[in-house]
């Protein structure tokens, strides 16, 4: 009987008139009704890197993976990390690797993580002019778990998943030759000659241990023609920068002047500071500086007889070194990383020419080698006449140009082999020693259009960075410390977006009241 009473008194108070509803704002609540119970909430709630770094380089990021929700995370995920030129993880961010965090990690609890990335080659897309890139985290990458909130997995901020790090190249070294002596200015071939140099580091970086060439060129000829051979080498210590080493050394002339040589006895004596290409890699390295400083005039003149006549040389049989086809086993190359190249050297001679090097140059469509990209050489200990030798070669293209050598994101060049590059040996023939491999594309990766080959900066330049602020050192220096074992959640939820309303939403259950109070609710809840 209550029951029914109670409907009679329902009814009579509807047709009476409206009745007031009285509500209580939401504003800054979070409407539980509408949000899933019991799940996890995954977020990066620290990630720390080095602050200053070169492209290529490898580096240490450590952080934690924070759950912020109300349940546990029932399966293993991964963190995948990327490196951005923008705040936000797009299509053009390049991967970097990931880290697995296993299952169980408890609501409310972190788990450290730290491994080792290596940096992209070149710059990502869409950099600043300051030369900063982001590394951001992307927490459960492969959506392996549930969650109450999946649009905070990424893009919180640094200090939380992401880190900046300034791209500060390494100062470069500038080996260059100062003086050059001689002794004595008049020899003979078959006599011992001493040759000095003093070698300076034009530069603010630190030259490493070094060979420099000591090359001879007829008087009259222009050096880098083809006429240049190298008779011997200096040993250079490693040279701080703009610091200077004085080197000597005794070398053993031929008992008659080289095949290219024969003819004169005028000759010019260079220096050539880095000859195995370890501080400068554009070849062929010249003398720039001219007689006087790292050249120097000498007079070589063939031995005499008993009888006083002058010997005539016999230079008997000879080999003759021919470079065979050169493929490049990848269709396109990126700039930083490395490739494979295959080439055949032949003996077409009559003699076994002994130990040789084969040099492998990056140039342009050309094929023009008289500017050019050292990538590296093959040293060969024998060749017999008539045999062919195959060579398997890895090599990297570099990740820097060298200071004014400019190239768009996607370029065409070729791989150029060059057998005996220093012309160390007689030959037949000198003609036949080079070949190069088909115009091949040049790439970087993860290009939009704005990414380009990175150079490296001027020898003389003195490099500055931006260092982040001392706040945010302190951060990044918390984060660290917080990184190193587990740490309870942080008190404030790492929200960067809400989670999207569903349709069990407080807003969809006040669809069951009449339309006037819907409405009325609509306009000012």
Do not use: C
């Amino acid at each position: 009987m209550s029951q029914k009473r109670r409907s009679e008194g329902r009814r009579r108070a509807w047709g009476r008139g409206p009745i007031i509803l009285r509500y209580d704002s939401l504003e800054k609540r979070e409407l539980l009704s509408g949000a899933p119970h019991g799940l996890p909430d995954l977020v990066g709630s620290s990630f720390v890197t080095v602050q200053n770094a070169d492209w290529g380089d490898s580096v240490t990021a450590s952080g934690q993976i924070t759950n912020q929700g109300t349940g546990d995370a029932d399966s293993p995920f991964n963190v995948a990390i990327y490196a951005s030129g923008r705040n936000n993880i797009t299509k053009y961010s390049v991967y970097l690797g990931e880290v697995t965090i296993p299952k169980g990690l408890a609501a409310g609890e972190s788990v450290p993580f730290s491994t080792t990335v290596q940096l992209p080659t070149s710059p990502v897309p869409g950099m600043n002019a300051n030369g900063v890139v982001r590394l951001g985290l992307k927490v459960d990458s492969q959506r392996s778990v549930a969650e109450s909130n999946e649009r905070n997995n990424s893009g919180v901020g640094p200090g939380y998943d992401q880190s900046l790090i300034q791209i500060a190249p390494a100062q470069p070294a500038h080996l260059v030759t100062a003086s050059v002596g001689v002794f004595p200015g008049t020899a003979t071939w078959g006599k011992s000659l001493s040759v000095t140099a003093q070698i300076s580091n034009a530069s603010y970086g630190v030259a490493p241990a070094t060979r420099a060439q000591i090359v001879l060129t007829p008087v009259g000829i222009l050096q880098g023609s083809g006429s240049d051979v190298t008779i011997g080498s200096l040993n250079v210590p490693a040279v701080a920068a703009w610091q200077t080493a004085n080197v000597e050394t005794h070398i053993t002339l031929p008992a008659i002047p080289p095949l290219l040589l024969s003819g004169t006895t005028q000759y010019t004596l260079s220096v050539l500071p880095d000859g195995d290409f370890k501080t400068n890699p554009v070849s062929p390295h010249l003398a720039t500086g001219g007689v006087g400083v790292d050249q120097t005039a000498v007079t070589i003149n063939l031995p005499v007889n008993a009888d006083g006549t002058v010997t005539t040389p016999d230079y008997g049989a000879l080999p003759d070194l021919a470079a065979g086809t050169v493929n490049v086993l990848n269709g396109e190359l990126n700039w930083g990383k490395s490739f494979q190249v295959q080439t055949t050297v032949q003996n077409m001679g009559q003699a076994d020419p002994g130990p040789f090097q084969v040099r492998f140059l990056l140039v342009g469509p050309s094929g023009n080698t008289t500017r050019s990209i050292f990538l590296g050489d093959a040293t060969i200990p024998n060749l017999a006449p008539g045999y062919s030798q195959p060579i398997n070669q890895t090599l990297t293209l570099p990740s820097r140009l060298p200071d004014g050598v400019v190239l768009d994101s996607v370029g065409m060049g070729k791989i150029v082999v060059v057998a005996d590059p220093e012309n160390v040996l007689n030959e037949t023939f000198k003609n036949n020693n080079v070949a190069s491999s088909a115009p091949i594309k040049l790439r970087l990766l993860g290009s939009d259009g704005t990414s380009y080959v990175p150079n490296t900066p001027p020898p003389d330049q003195l490099l500055s960075v931006n260092l982040p602020s001392p706040a945010k050192t302190r951060r990044a220096q918390a984060a660290a410390q917080a990184a190193q074992g587990h740490v309870a959640a942080p008190t404030k939820k790492l929200f960067r977006r809400p989670p999207l309303k569903t349709d069990n939403s407080f807003s969809h259950q006040l669809k069951v009241f009449p339309k006037k109070v819907g409405d009325f609710i609509k306009q000012y809840i």
